[in-house]
């Protein structure tokens, strides 16, 4: 259980690296900064792959498939959705929107692997599901506060933000439920192979994602420099840092927690995630956070770790 969650841990604290990606690079397009992430995560793949050949020639037509659907939708169509949200509603809105994912992804799991998994007791389940709900409410109200004393503000940009935000969360609910039945259904299968065969998969997809969005540009006579953009340099280093570690890295640990947690337990850690990417962006900004913010947070870690101590009851045949 502890070493599935501290998998968890190390997987939130890279994930959170994906929410830095959009506010460093504000004039790249989402969509590049999407294809581009996984581009490189699916060329790190490459070596990876031919060092674990043996074990991903073991892999049937139906498991490549699989990993085809987690890749385009569980990469590329999430972190497009992400990236553009960050860039019209900046960081901390789409960051709490995506904080409710260890709430969605709970209750989900709960009602459809309850078999498989055991049942987390609704009573016992609630107070985590309540704090943690609650702290990123606080959280939330502080930004939306700031928000509203921005005189200049678009508020229909913002809008569309949270609605690229829930189509996010929509996203990264099916991923985690998918990507651990696979791996529930495999346990003699490497988290690391699985991960491996992940971003081997993104690789077309993100080439094709490529090509495509850089002949749409050419045919609508942008001026963007394609195919690396005003600022390469930044531009090659950030992705490459962000398909190494949030992607390939982060894949694996999170492969490993999958393995060893049930399903709705998991998918509560994923609040690691969102106290990472508040932590950089605190970073970024300068500034400390409110002490609502503060507050939040604490109550966040707090639901977690009750979260943690919640045994699942077998479910009667």
Same mark, same amino acid.
């Given at each position: 259980?502890?070493?599935?969650?501290?998998?968890?841990?190390?997987?939130?604290?890279?994930?959170?690296?994906?929410?830095?990606?959009?506010?460093?690079?504000?004039?790249?397009?989402?969509?590049?900064?999407?294809?581009?992430?996984?581009?490189?995560?699916?060329?790190?793949?490459?070596?990876?792959?031919?060092?674990?050949?043996?074990?991903?020639?073991?892999?049937?037509?139906?498991?490549?498939?699989?990993?085809?659907?987690?890749?385009?939708?569980?990469?590329?169509?999430?972190?497009?959705?992400?990236?553009?949200?960050?860039?019209?509603?900046?960081?901390?809105?789409?960051?709490?929107?995506?904080?409710?994912?260890?709430?969605?992804?709970?209750?989900?799991?709960?009602?459809?692997?309850?078999?498989?998994?055991?049942?987390?007791?609704?009573?016992?389940?609630?107070?985590?599901?309540?704090?943690?709900?609650?702290?990123?409410?606080?959280?939330?109200?502080?930004?939306?506060?700031?928000?509203?004393?921005?005189?200049?503000?678009?508020?229909?940009?913002?809008?569309?933000?949270?609605? &690229? #935000?829930?189509?996010?969360? $929509?996203?990264? @609910?099916?991923?985690? %439920?998918?990507? +651990?039945?696979? !791996? *529930?259904?495999?346990?003699?299968?490497?988290?690391?192979?699985?991960?491996?065969?992940?971003?081997?998969?993104?690789?077309?997809?993100?080439?094709?994602?490529?090509?495509?969005?850089?002949?749409?540009?050419?045919?609508?006579?942008?001026?963007?420099?394609?195919?690396?953009?005003?600022?390469?340099?930044?531009?090659?280093?950030?992705?490459?840092?962000?398909?190494?570690?949030?992607?390939?890295?982060?894949?694996?640990?999170?492969?490993?927690?999958?393995?060893?947690?049930?399903?709705? &337990? #998991?998918?509560?850690?994923? $609040?690691?995630? @969102?106290?990472?990417? %508040?932590?950089? +962006?605190?970073? !970024? *900004?300068?500034?400390?956070?409110?002490?609502?913010?503060?507050?939040?947070?604490?109550?966040?870690?707090?639901?977690?770790?009750?979260?943690?101590?919640?045994?699942?009851?077998?479910?009667?045949?």
């Amino acid at each position: 259980m502890w070493a599935g969650t501290l998998y968890a841990l190390a997987a939130g604290l890279m994930w959170g690296l994906v929410f830095v990606g959009p506010l460093l690079l504000p004039e790249y397009p989402a969509a590049l900064q999407s294809v581009g992430r996984y581009l490189a995560f699916g060329l790190i793949a490459i070596p990876l792959a031919w060092l674990d050949r043996k074990a991903l020639r073991q892999l049937s037509r139906a498991d490549w498939i699989e990993a085809l659907k987690l890749a385009a939708i569980g990469n590329l169509l999430y972190y497009l959705c992400l990236a553009s949200a960050i860039q019209r509603a900046g960081g901390p809105v789409p960051t709490m929107i995506i904080g409710t994912l260890p709430v969605v992804i709970a209750v989900s799991a709960n009602l459809r692997n309850a078999r498989r998994d055991g049942r987390l007791p609704w009573k016992r389940l609630a107070p985590s599901l309540a704090l943690i709900a609650l702290g990123i409410a606080c959280v939330n109200q502080v930004e939306l506060q700031a928000l509203r004393q921005e005189a200049d503000a678009d508020l229909s940009r913002y809008a569309i933000g949270a609605v &690229l #935000a829930l189509g996010a969360v $929509v996203c990264w @609910t099916w991923y985690p %439920l998918r990507n +651990a039945d696979w !791996l *529930r259904n495999h346990p003699g299968r490497s988290p690391r192979t699985w991960a491996t065969a992940q971003g081997v998969a993104t690789l077309p997809l993100a080439l094709a994602g490529y090509g495509l969005l850089w002949g749409g540009m050419a045919l609508s006579g942008s001026d963007f420099a394609m195919p690396l953009g005003p600022r390469p340099e930044a531009f090659l280093g950030l992705m490459i840092s962000i398909g190494l570690f949030a992607s390939w890295l982060g894949t694996l640990c999170w492969n490993e927690a999958s393995q060893r947690l049930p399903t709705a &337990l #998991a998918g509560q850690l994923i $609040v690691f995630e @969102t106290l990472a990417a %508040l932590a950089y +962006a605190f970073m !970024l *900004r300068g500034s400390l956070p409110q002490p609502l913010t503060l507050a939040g947070i604490a109550l966040l870690m707090i639901g977690v770790l009750r979260a943690v101590r919640v045994k699942p009851e077998p479910v009667p045949a």
